[in-house]
């Protein structure tokens, strides 16, 4: 059954989570959802790849974005602006496909702003430690960088009842199966299913 409109969800949660995980297992397993692909001015990580992971753009082009109001929501977050292409979003939610978007809760709060109707989802992990364990196995990061993480994650938990659903990421695949009741859920409510009430009126 196609759906007249998308549902636009916001997946937050601090560095380390295993966000990147969850949304690969979760695109893995359902066809009608589009993933956002952030548009940032930082540099690319190793294996990162142009247009799949992020759109890296110069700061200029960036600014130039910020200037034209073709961004649903940007922040700058280590001195690198990060944001969400409204265009790309809005023409997927028209076609009736699920539009999954990875940003932290300064974006989060501005997508909240803009369309109250979205679905808000924070992944934690299991503990703080395990936090920190995650971001040590990464080797990506110096220990200032990742001491740094921490402090903001802390900040960011505070975000946490702001959001409509709090997820547990201790293993990936209960992650994504609490991910897929919620949407699941989402699909039920009676504003989503119209268009069948209409024959029984």
Not at 14 to 35: C, H
Not at 101 to 113: M, N, P
Not at 177 to 194: F, G, H, K, Q, W
Request: with cysteine; hydrophobic share 40%; charged share 30%.
């Amino acid at each position: 059954m196609k759906k007249e409109k998308g549902q636009l969800i916001v997946l937050s949660g601090p560095s380390g989570v295993g966000k990147s995980t969850v949304i690969a297992e979760l695109l893995g397993q359902r066809d009608n959802i589009y993933f956002s692909v952030s548009y940032t001015t930082r540099q690319p990580r190793v294996g990162e790849q142009d247009g799949v992971n992020y759109n890296f753009v110069e700061r200029p082009e960036f600014e130039r974005m910020i200037a034209a109001d073709e961004l649903l929501e940007y922040a700058e977050y280590v001195n690198n602006y990060y944001g969400t292409s409204l265009k790309a979003i809005q023409e997927r939610l028209d076609a009736g496909v699920d539009v999954l978007l990875d940003i932290e809760v300064q974006g989060a709060a501005k997508v909240r702003t803009r369309c109250p109707d979205a679905l808000f989802i924070f992944i934690i992990p299991p503990s703080f430690e395990e936090l920190s364990r995650r971001l040590h196995r990464r080797n990506t990061d110096s220990e200032d960088v990742i001491a740094g993480r921490l402090e903001k994650a802390k900040v960011e938990f505070k975000e946490i009842p702001s959001y409509d659903y709090l997820v547990i990421n201790d293993k990936v695949s209960g992650a994504v199966a609490e991910i897929e009741a919620i949407l699941t859920a989402a699909a039920c409510r009676v504003e989503n299913r119209r268009s069948i009430l209409t024959q029984f009126a």
